[in-house]
């Protein structure tokens, strides 16, 4: 497998921006969307748990009603696609063990994670329901973050937002019914000719300010 040149990815992150307007006649492809799902399916977390859910809006009508409760930006239903990603709220020792089955149904070896299994259950049963929330959802941003830079290396358009309302969005989506809420979203497709945003140059604090070495 060749490497992607160190400048093609440079050029790649500093041509990506949170697109504020999204052409809603331009769509991702079929195959690169694939892409991007795999991309997600790949993120790694902390002790491989996964916790989370990562959930499509394809339904126009559902993607109207959103926009209310997301600051009434429109790119959650302008945007090609709308990935929602959400945490499990439901993480505990039956979670882990669903975890290791899985890890023994890929490696095999039946039993030889009981002492890893031991320890990640007593990782999340130290956690009060609060703790597990707060920690399943920092592992989201490794997944968001992963999936726009693999968005930007194909020249697809990406918008990471907070400013909404998880409650609104949990129950228009069904998710307290399956022990999910909303983490995070990600709005994707591709820029408008009328963002004015799209050129604008990036601001980010001086290099030797923002690393050190020790």
């Known amino acids: 497998m060749a490497a992607i040149p160190s400048q093609q990815i440079l ?3 500093n041509w990506r921006y949170a697109t504020k307007v999204f052409d809603p006649a331009k769509k991702i492809s079929s195959a690169d969307w694939n892409a991007l799902e795999e991309s997600l399916i790949l993120t790694p977390s902390s002790f491989g748990l996964q916790p989370w859910e990562f959930v499509l809006v394809e339904n126009p009508s559902i993607r109207e009603q959103l926009v209310k409760f997301s600051w009434n930006q429109r790119q959650v239903a302008d945007a090609s696609h709308l990935l929602v990603i959400a945490i499990r709220t439901d993480i505990d020792a039956k979670w882990v063990d669903h975890f290791v089955s899985r890890v023994e149904e890929i490696r095999g070896d039946q039993g030889a994670f009981t002492g890893y299994r031991d320890m990640m259950a007593g990782f999340v049963s130290n956690l009060d329901e609060d703790g597990v929330k707060q920690w399943a959802k920092l592992q989201t941003y490794i997944a968001l973050g992963q999936f726009m830079t693999c968005a930007a290396l194909m020249e697809i358009d990406a918008c990471p937002m907070e400013g909404f309302v998880a409650d609104q969005y949990d129950e228009i989506l069904g998710f307290k019914d399956k022990n999910l809420t909303t983490a ?20 980010r604090f001086p290099k030797d300010q923002m690393i050190s070495r020790i």
């Open 11 to 13: 050029d790649s992150l």
């Open 184 to 203: 995070v979203l990600c709005p994707a497709g591709y820029r408008s000719d009328e963002d004015k945003y799209a050129h604008l140059p990036k601001v």
